[in-house]
Each structure stands twice: as structure tokens, then as C-alpha cells.
């Protein structure tokens, strides 16, 4: 099911002729320095932001024998990525992703041993961590027919802040907000060890979106309103990519895809999915 949206002016920095654009993306706000941005002084501090640091980029991981996982956890991920080969995730890098992020330091040690299992599990504070399949789903139609990286990527929900983790394997760059602080603390916490140089952690309403780091390549949401909010669609980049679920009719949640092109938004809904609900506001 596809339908034009009302077209909307491009934003300055975004080219037309480059879809999907490569970062750095223009930001929309003052030029703001690096130690001031780092310690929250500059025009960013509304959301509290909080980068991973210090910018050891993806350092390796060692195959560990995980407490709670009760097996070398490298070797349970290969069988989750041939579960997911076999459910039809196809694209390399997204697989090398899953692949790599180790998604049993995102769940509580007493329900480690089931973080590779095809379920979604419990978070804390009534959230939910995606279904393995969900997320590379997810990660699928954001990254469809490219291979290189995305650029500035937002995320709506950080939560445990697994998926963000896999994100950041995605793309250049990704602002992630999430609206209770007991999991914001929660995820930075769980990514702290990671010291993911291009994840930015941020305490927001994300139905808002994150003006400051506009226009995106791509946003991601991990939970579902009554539908998509204007604020994202306007943050989203030219050549960018909405991937979010919504409820699109009565009581029904399907994930919704929005291709933002030069003349306009195609919007297409796809299967049926459940999330949690996305709510305003910080709590
Ligand atoms: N991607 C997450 C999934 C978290 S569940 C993970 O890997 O763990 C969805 C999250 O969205 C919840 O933590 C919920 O608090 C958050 N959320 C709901 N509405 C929101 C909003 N308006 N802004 C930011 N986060 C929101």
C-alpha cells in the first residue's frame, strides 16, 4: 500500500541528486565545539546528551564464556544469524552487526540465556527489547540497496540500548533518545564497556525528534503511536528513510516505511508487528 504525502521544501544542506546522504550532515544549530558538546555546555544540553566515550571504535570482542549464557556467546550468534539467513535477512553488513553486537549484556544476567533466542524479553520500567528477527528486519529496510554505511541516523527508544549498538555498526553516526531515564542510565550503563565513539545517547521526548542533528539519513523508532510525527518526517533527510510502526487502523500496528524524496514522501505499510507504545513527554 503506497501513498504520496504532501511534498516538502528539501532542507538547504540536502542534495537531490544524492540520495541518502553521507555524513557529516549540516547541522541546523550554531556551530557548537567539540568539548562543549561533550560536556553538554552548548545548545544540545536541553537533551542531556551523553556520548560513549573515549572513541575506541568498535574495539574487538572477545568470544567470552558469558555468565548466565552458559556457552561461548560467539558461537550462539552464529546460530541466531543462520536462524535469521534462514528467515530471509540477506544483507551482509546487517548480519555482520547482528553478528557482532552482544545482545545477552543487554538483558538482565537472569534472562541471559535467552537473549539469543528468537523472543522479545523484558527490559525494566514495562519495555520491551526487540525480537532478534524484528531488529534485523528493521536494519534490512534501512540499509536496503546500499552498501556503504548511513549516514546521521536517529533513533527513537533507546531502551537497553542493544539496537542503538547494532546501529552504530550501521552507520556513521546515531543520535538515540529515550524518554525514561531509568533506561537511559539503564543503556549507557549496558554501553558503557562498548565505547561506541559514534552513539550519542540522549534523554528526550523523541516524538519530537532531535532538531539539532537534522536532516538524518534515516530515523528509527522501536515504539508505535497512533501515527508517524510530523517532527520526524521533517527532520528526515532528502534520499532518507523512516522505518517506525503505527498504528495505521484501528487498533492495528504495522510497520510503516516513508521514502522522503525530492518531490515528496512515499509512504508504504508493511506487516503487522507489535511494539510498545510510543508515549510524550520524559518520565
Ligand atoms: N530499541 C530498544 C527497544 C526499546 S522499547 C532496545 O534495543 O532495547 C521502546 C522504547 O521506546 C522504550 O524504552 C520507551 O520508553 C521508548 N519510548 C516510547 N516513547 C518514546 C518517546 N516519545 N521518546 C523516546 N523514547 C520513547
Known sequence: MKRQLPAKPAPASASPARLRPGFPAKLSVPAQ???????GTGPMLRYAPSA??????HAPVPAVRAAGVGMDSQAVREAMVRKLQAQGVTHPAVLAAMRAVERHR???SALANQAYEDTSLPIGLGQTISKPNVVARMMELLCQGRTEKLGRVLEIGTGCGYQ????SHLSREVYSIERLRGLHDKARENLRSLRISNLHLLLGDGMLGFAQGAPYAAIIAAAGGHDIPAAWIDQLAVGGRLVAPAIVEAGRQNLVVIDKTATGCVRS????????PL?????
Open 106 to 108: 543487554f538483558v538482565d
Open 164 to 167: 542503538a549498538a547494532v546501529l
Open 279 to 283: 508515549k510524550s513527554g520524559i518520565a
Open 269 to 276: 505499510v508493511l506487516e503487522p508487528v507489535l511494539f510498545v
Open 52 to 57: 560513549i566515550e573515549p572513541p575506541a571504535r
Open 33 to 39: 565545539t567539540e568539548p562543549a558538546r561533550k560536556a
